[in-house]
Each structure stands twice: as C-alpha cells, then as structure tokens.
C-alpha cells in the first residue's frame, strides 16, 4: 500500500486522537451549551410518549 499515514501507529493515530479529542471539545463547548434547548423541543413529544408508556 502507498498509504503514508499509517492508521494504528504513527501520524494516523496522532490524526485520529486529535479529531476525536476536539469533536468532544466542539460538542461540550458549542452543541451543548447553544443547542440543548432545541434538541428538547424537538424530542419532547417522544419523551412524553416514553414516559406515558412507561406509567402504565
């Protein structure tokens, strides 16, 4: 193979560590925090229904 980044060992590791350390930074920092409120608009109604279910 030509591949130079070499996935488990090497700069592809460093790549793939770094990329899943700042989609976590992103999504603590910036989904979370700004979004929070719409996603539970938006999943309410299921919520309701999980718990209606879950009563009986």
């Given at each position: 193979?030509?591949?130079t980044l070499e996935w488990?060992?090497?700069y592809g590791m460093l790549l793939i560590l770094v990329?899943?350390?700042y989609l976590?930074?992103?999504y603590?920092?910036?989904i979370?925090?700004?979004c929070t409120n719409q996603i539970k608009i938006i999943?309410?109604?299921l919520t309701d229904c999980l718990a209606?279910?879950?009563q009986r």
């Open positions: 193979n030509n591949c488990c060992d090497g990329g899943i350390t976590g930074l992103i603590y920092y910036v979370k925090r700004y999943f309410s109604p209606c279910i879950r």
